[in-house]
């Protein structure tokens, strides 16, 4: 009776927890002091082409995301780079010089999605009747670090894939709702100008709610392709690692799962060995387990080191060991091998061991944690 009523007991906790911090959105929404509106006047270029969207939120420019923006700027592109804050003069100098269209949003009012919808209106409004301008637009945000020096062979790829392609991601997740993620993503101008893409971005409200920017943002634009008819191609996707993990065997593959994943996958490895199965059924048996693990985790996050190590994966995810997803040893290994095989330079690695290992010093209380997750659980 008493497990039957703290489950109640904390079922209405997350409810009232979820209500404060829905209301608490929707007042920093209506009360915020200035409007996307007026921004969206902002003048572009008539040059059109390939449009980059670089949602960011950095006070200080990050070295990391400025090497991003100087393999853009090397490349036949437009970038347009819009800051849910406030960053000082320098520094918006030193992104001006790379000649990059700089924007500021009101700090605190939305997250990547709603500093993608200011793009997507700043380019709906300076190419509306010129659409033929437009090739293809580009979404990209900064929960990530960029490996600099794969970073132009992975726009190779995507360029590549956009020549047939309607819609491009890098990885998929199958967490909470199916979607593709939204830290990279490229679109055609058919989909771009397509009805039902300019309807999503005119009804979608920029709140500053992680469960609303996931699933009224991501999720639901996931949607709209399938709506629209249109079966997105995803880069970096689930067969295509499967089909990489049997190359290299899977003692190769197993010390880059997650600790935790690693530990099922000992156990069942060894309740499919005593079955006597061929090592067909094993292989087969294998890739079943692994795909219905990463149905209940974000792929990203499941395969980010395994991808660092074997696909040439330009991208590390911030939050990695924050989700409490892999370990030190796991970080400082990949870390050191793309140092020594050129991949990275000192600068960059440095940087990036600072960020990532910096993060696993945070120490939150469990009661922090618990209500951060019941804020923000989709």
Not at 9 to 21: D, H, P
Request: net charge positive; hydrophobic share 45%.
């Amino acid at each position: 009776m008493k497990i039957f009523v703290k489950k109640i007991v904390r079922k209405i906790s997350i409810i009232i927890i979820k209500l404060i911090y829905d209301i608490w959105s929707w007042m920093v929404y209506f009360f915020r002091p200035e409007k996307d509106d007026l921004l969206s006047e902002f003048c572009l270029d008539d040059r059109g082409g390939v449009y980059f969207i670089c949602a960011i939120w950095q006070k200080k420019l990050c070295p990391n995301f400025f090497s991003a923006l100087e393999v853009l700027s090397g490349r036949e592109v437009n970038v347009l780079v819009i800051n849910n804050s406030r960053m000082n003069s320098s520094d918006i100098n030193k992104i001006l010089d790379l000649r990059v269209k700089y924007i500021e949003r009101t700090p605190g009012n939305g997250r990547d999605i709603a500093a993608y919808k200011l793009g997507v209106n700043i380019i709906y409004k300076n190419f509306a009747n010129r659409r033929e301008l437009i090739s293809r637009v580009v979404f990209m945000n900064d929960s990530i670090l960029v490996v600099a020096s794969r970073f132009s062979r992975f726009l190779d790829l995507i360029d590549y894939h956009a020549k047939r392609e309607e819609v491009i991601g890098v990885t998929e997740t199958e967490q909470f709702h199916y979607h593709i993620s939204s830290w990279f993503f490229s679109v055609s101008s058919d989909v771009f100008f397509s009805r039902d893409f300019i309807r999503f971005w005119k009804k979608y409200t920029p709140l500053q709610n992680r469960r609303h920017s996931i699933r009224r943002g991501e999720v639901a634009l996931t949607g709209i392709y399938k709506k629209i008819g249109i079966s997105p191609h995803i880069v970096f996707n689930n067969n295509l690692i499967l089909e990489k993990i049997d190359e290299i065997g899977a003692a190769n593959f197993m010390p880059l799962l997650r600790p935790i994943v690693f530990d099922y996958y000992l156990k069942f490895r060894s309740e499919i060995s005593k079955n006597f199965l061929t090592s067909e059924e094993i292989l087969s048996a294998q890739k079943i387990f692994l795909t219905k693990m990463t149905k209940d985790d974000n792929q990203t996050s499941f395969w980010n080191i395994f991808l660092l190590k074997h696909m040439d994966f330009p991208f590390i995810k911030k939050d990695l060991y924050v989700h409490e997803r892999y370990d030190l040893t796991q970080f400082r290994r990949i870390l050191d091998d793309m140092l020594n095989s050129g991949d990275l330079n000192q600068s960059d690695y440095n940087f990036m061991k600072s960020v990532i290992l910096g993060k696993m010093q945070v120490s939150e209380s469990g009661l922090l944690k618990r209500l951060k997750y019941a804020a923000s659980v989709i």
